[in-house]
């Protein structure tokens, strides 16, 4: 059941990272992905630099979402280069 709830957070957390950062879409499938992979990132910058949003799943869909947001920055970046 967790990796269904992971998933799903995954897939709401990528899909409002392409809404914030617009013009970056990439499926459902390629949101899951930017989801988890932005909610990895985002476990791992902020508790070195003192955030963080507590616990449940609407914390972990934010928490994913800023992290996802994030990473279609960086991504937007290296593409123009």
Not at 11 to 30: H, N
Not at 34 to 41: D, K, L, M, R, T
Not at 50 to 75: D, P
């Amino acid at each position: 059941m967790g990796i269904i709830i992971m998933l799903i957070i995954g897939a709401v957390a990528g899909w409002l990272a392409g809404q914030i950062v617009s013009g970056y879409g990439f499926g459902l499938g390629g949101n899951i992905a930017v989801g988890i992979v932005g909610a990895i990132i985002a476990g791992l910058l902020f508790p070195r630099i003192g955030l963080g949003f507590g616990g449940g799943v609407i914390a972990s869909i934010i928490h994913a979402t800023i992290g996802a947001v994030i990473l279609l920055y960086l991504l937007r970046v290296i593409k123009r280069a």
